[in-house]
């Protein structure tokens, strides 16, 4: 039972260079998440999606861009990286409906663009 | 989401109970209160959560007032594994795949376990 998977756990792009992070689940979830922490602060929500085919923004959206092809993954998309967007990416996923008890995290990717 | 407040930081000895409090103050009737931990470098973990009743879990207590502005959680027998940041989180249980349902984390409270 893996739970919530993120590739890669480390990435150095330079600046301008595109990539995507991948976050697969396998506990049939329906929601999933994107964030990002920087040092010394709490995590940040980036994109949301309640379900195969839909995606919303969070707080932090700009620069980013998400898809939910397939209920079990979660791709987070950088087009241009700059340097801001040097961070630690945490995927979660949970459950939908009424009284969503709790997230799972993944182990998170660390990111830093040059 | 309600805003929580938590001291950035606190020290627990082995072996003692640690009680990490938060305040709450604009909670509104259908949120809960939701504690997380993050282990150095590693994603969250839910620890626990509730809505007026005190509640317990084989990781912890958590402690809620009567008017619900405040809480506070307790780790019974603290350990060394227990340094983390611990983040305290107001939302509504009530997930319909609105924003209303993410959760929204503060600085948390840094908590350190010391031998």
């Known amino acids: 039972n893996a739970g919530v998977t993120q590739t890669p756990k480390f990435r150095v792009l330079k600046t301008g260079q595109s990539m995507t992070l991948l976050c697969a689940q396998d506990?049939?979830?329906?929601?999933m998440y994107w964030y990002r922490q920087d040092p010394g602060m709490g995590l940040r929500l980036i994109h949301y999606?309640?379900?195969?085919?839909?995606?919303a923004k969070g707080e932090v959206p700009d620069g980013y861009n998400v898809s939910r092809l397939k209920k079990q993954n979660f791709l987070l998309g950088l087009e241009s990286a700059a340097p801001s967007q040097t961070s630690v990416y945490f995927c979660?996923?949970?459950?939908?409906?009424?009284?969503?008890?709790?997230?799972?995290f993944g182990s998170g990717t660390r990111l830093t663009v040059v | 989401d309600a805003k929580t407040t938590q001291p950035p930081s606190m020290d627990c000895a082995e072996g003692r109970a640690a009680n990490l409090p938060c305040n709450h103050s604009?909670?509104?009737?259908?949120?809960?209160v939701y504690w997380y931990r993050q282990i150095h470098s590693q994603g969250p973990q839910y620890i626990i959560h509730?809505?007026?009743n005190n509640e317990t879990n084989e990781m912890a207590s958590l402690i809620i007032t009567e008017d619900r502005k405040s809480s506070t959680l307790i780790l019974p027998h603290a350990t060394l594994r227990d340094t983390a940041v611990y983040y305290c989180?107001?939302?509504?249980?009530?997930?319909?795949?609105?924003?209303?349902?993410?959760?929204?984390f503060g600085k948390g409270t840094k908590l350190s376990v010391k031998p």
């Open positions: 509730g809505l007026k």
């Open positions: 989180i107001v939302r509504s249980a009530l997930n319909y795949g609105g924003s209303q349902g993410n959760l929204i």
């Open positions: 604009t909670i509104s009737g259908n949120e809960y």
């Open positions: 999606s309640v379900g195969e085919g839909t995606t």
């Open positions: 506990m049939n979830h329906e929601y």
């Open positions: 979660a996923s949970s459950t939908s409906g009424v009284f969503n008890y709790g997230y799972t």
